[in-house]
């Protein structure tokens, strides 16, 4: 059984209703901003002009490989401190903005607090770092939830804002990974922690391959991955790592926010 694809099914199925119930919920009260809590125009995603206009950017320079503000010898052309130590199979990352306020506000907006209606702004903000990731049409694959967080939380906001990317970059998007096993939490774990707990977690869907096999066109498209949020790397590293086993072709991952490295002894 095709677990992954089912459980992106019934998500999809269940949040429907969901997504109606908000915009009722919006025509009865004008919804607010996530991050600052001022009402925003019915209709709209809810982050106001002020708070976009704050979401901060990676600064320069940042390095070609994690697209990360650069933490080495500019010299080096291929790595930099924040990701030498990451897996090979992760060639590259590209984010959004920085993982702090307000960026941090609409993330966890869009995955705690059922803001699905954040997606919608979140996609096309990544759209230009997916472009510049990519270089050209790619194919775009959620990082999966595993089936009891999805269960639990209705929707998988990776799945979302690939959503948000398709419709803005005209790229397919699939949700061609499963779980294929409940992970530990890792919002407090270290990078060796992270690599550990997602070590062998993901595989290719059956689906998946059997529509490879069919359409040509899909086949021919490199992965894009696509995530919220991009940490040390250990979770799409995994991914990429399970693509490629495959034989297929993964650039890298896109995302909205990147969470900065910790500072030892901070």
């Not at 062998?200 to 069919?214: I, K, M, Q, Y």
Request: positive net charge.
């Amino acid at each position: 059984r095709d677990v992954g694809s089912a459980a992106w099914r019934r998500a999809m199925t269940a949040i429907r209703p969901l997504r109606l119930a908000g915009a009722v919920f919006d025509v009865l009260r004008p919804p607010v901003c996530a991050a600052c809590g001022v009402t925003v125009e019915p209709g709209r995603p809810p982050v106001c002009g002020a708070c976009e206009a704050r979401l901060p950017r990676i600064p320069f320079p940042r390095c070609p490989r994690c697209g990360f503000t650069r933490l080495a010898d500019l010299s080096s052309p291929d790595r930099c401190g924040e990701c030498e130590a990451w897996p090979e199979q992760l060639h590259r990352a590209e984010s959004a903005f920085l993982h702090e306020p307000p960026a941090e506000a609409l993330v966890h907006g869009l995955k705690y607090r059922g803001w699905t209606s954040l997606a919608t702004r979140m996609g096309a903000l990544m759209a230009p770092v997916a472009r510049r990731l990519a270089r050209g049409p790619a194919l775009l694959v959620p990082v999966p939830l595993a089936p009891a967080r999805m269960r639990e939380r209705g929707y998988n906001q990776a799945g979302l804002l690939a959503e948000a990317l398709a419709h803005e970059l005209a790229w397919p998007s699939r949700p061609a990974l499963s779980r294929g096993r409940q992970l530990r939490r890792q919002v407090r774990s270290g990078r060796a922690d992270r690599a550990r707990n997602v070590q062998g977690a993901f595989r290719v869907t059956p689906s998946f391959l059997s529509e490879l096999s069919a359409t040509r066109d899909l086949a021919d498209l490199p992965i894009v991955l696509v995530d919220d949020v991009v940490t040390t790397g250990a979770t799409a590293a995994a991914c990429a790592a399970s693509v490629e086993a495959m034989g297929l072709s993964c650039v890298g991952v896109v995302s909205f926010a990147r969470t900065p490295p910790r500072v030892p002894g901070v």
